[in-house]
Structure formats: structure tokens, C-alpha cells
């Protein structure tokens, strides 16, 4: 599966965002998918995920209560609707997505950027 995350952009804290991340390939429905961020100088920082079905979704700790992950199979699109943005979410968004038995994400998108001004 190939994966291309996009709607990344400039905006004011505590505005909000939309990410959107496109798929292609077969069995799309077949993968978790999750959205990871990465700061200047930080870690990689897990954000959230849904399950293939999309009836279970994870968030980290940071985002929890602002962010809402999704997904439309038939369309092959996971978004990632973010509220109330502080100036510490500003980071590269990866969507990544990993295969039903598998224990990894095995799939990444190029990044969008995100950046919020306070």
C-alpha cells in the first residue's frame, strides 16, 4: 500500500486542522492505520490509530479529548481532524499503515507539515 498524507499547514493555537491521508493499492481494509508526528530535535511521537474495521481508534496521551482519527475503506482516505491546536503539536504528520498480523508499520507517507503559532 502506498500512502499520501496531505492538508498539513499554518494556523493560530487553538484553531484547528484537518489532515487528510490518501491510500492506493489493494486491501486497503486490510491495515491499521495511525498518524505519527515528529518535532525539530524530537523523537518520533505516536498521535493515533484506527483499526481496519475503524471501529477502534488510539490516541496518545497529548492529543487526547482534541484530535479525531478516521477512515472511509471505500475511499481509501484516513483523516485525522485536529481541535484546539497549542504550538507544541507543530511537527512533520506521518500517516503509516500496518498490515493485519504484523506488529510494525511497514507503510509510511512522505509528511505534511504542521505548524501552529501562538
Known amino acids: 500500500v502506498q500512502l499520501q498524507a496531505s492538508g498539513g499547514g499554518l494556523v493560530q493555537a487553538g484553531g484547528s486542522l484537518s489532515l487528510s491521508c490518501a491510500a492506493s493499492?489493494?486491501?486497503?481494509?486490510?491495515?491499521?492505520v495511525a498518524w505519527f508526528r515528529q518535532a525539530p530535535g524530537k523523537e518520533r511521537e505516536f498521535v493515533s490509530s484506527v483499526s481496519w474495521r475503524g471501529d477502534s481508534t488510539d490516541y496518545g496521551d497529548s492529543v487526547k479529548d482534541r484530535f479525531t482519527i478516521s477512515r472511509d475503506n471505500a475511499k481509501k482516505m484516513v483523516y485525522l481532524q485536529m481541535l484546539s491546536l497549542k504550538s507544541e503539536d507543530t511537527a512533520v504528520y506521518y500517516c503509516?499503515?500496518?498490515?493485519?498480523?504484523?506488529?510494525?508499520?511497514?507503510?509510511w507517507g512522505q509528511g505534511t507539515q504542521v505548524t501552529v503559532s501562538s
Open positions: 503509516a499503515a500496518q498490515h493485519l498480523g504484523f506488529n510494525e508499520y511497514g507503510y
Open positions: 493499492g489493494r486491501s486497503f481494509s486490510s491495515y491499521t
